[in-house]
């Protein structure tokens, strides 16, 4: 008989959380509604939505500066509080504000020491979050010097302080250059271990795709659906490839029904699957057609996000 793996146990869950603020005036606003999800460690899940969705809030009601109104949300089994005052959590905020006139280096030995992170460590700890993340050359400038994207990078290094075994990373890539932006992947996946939780919210559907194990789709403070980010071999459901060729273009449309010539020898061709896909363009290759390159039109995920929030 074989056994089974244990799975990983949620580290975090949220069961039917609610959170519904009212105003001096009496007016109530639901933020969140019934919202439902479990988050095993070892995984980096993603969440997404439109503005105003209910990402902040969910934030919020994770870090425990908010209660839920109805519903519940826990951390290893305690009430999120609880949990960041034994265990701490690596967060990092969509917005930032550090006093303008400490410098880069005191900055992080400010935080380091609030993180309760032992005097003789912190010196070390914080030379080696300034080396993670290319500040070096930073670390005596004043906070007011430093471009949007190093005042990024300064506070990733700050989350990254205790090396905790859960993070919350609020837009992570936002102010980034194209070089920090790859080097951000390459930090996710050290981060990336069995005793670990990562949660990235962010508005930038590419990067989760590349990120996160699964991303969860909110709108209007509702759960829309989970997305896994992966490609299901089987899966029929309809998708658009960008296809390259240098050789053959006359004849795309014989083995592709309805292909768009979108200019320079690329063409666009809705299909109903990977099998679908690969089929055809075994066909094509053997019928004569030189093929460049295959990239999805849209990613899994940005073609679940539109159908999820209807756009």
Known sequence: MELLSPQPPDVIEFISATKIYKSFRGRSVTAVENFSLSVPEGEVLGIAGPNGAGKSTLISLLLGYIRPTAGSVT???????????????????????????????????????????????????VDAVIDQLGIDEHRAKKIKALSKGNLQRLGLAQSLLRNEKVMILDEPTHGLDPVWTQR?????????????????????????????????????????RVVTTGYDQTAQTAGTYRIAVVGGADRISEFFPGAVDAGGGEFEVSIAGLVDLNAALGRALAGGVLVASVVPARSVLEQQFREAVGE
């Open 184 to 224: 951000f992947r390459d930090i996710v996946e050290a981060l990336r271990q069995p005793g670990r939780t990562v949660i990235i919210a962010s508005h930038n559907l590419d990067e989760l795709q590349r990120l996160a194990d699964r991303v969860a789709i909110i709108d209007r403070g509702n759960l829309q």
């Open 75 to 125: 951390i290893g089994g305690m009430p999120p509080r609880t949990y960041v005052e034994n265990h701490g959590i690596g967060y990092l905020s969509e917005l930032m504000s550090i006093n303008p006139n400490w410098t880069a280096v005191s900055a992080l030995a400010r935080y380091a020491t609030l993180a309760a992170i032992p005097a003789g460590e912190v010196a070390t700890r």
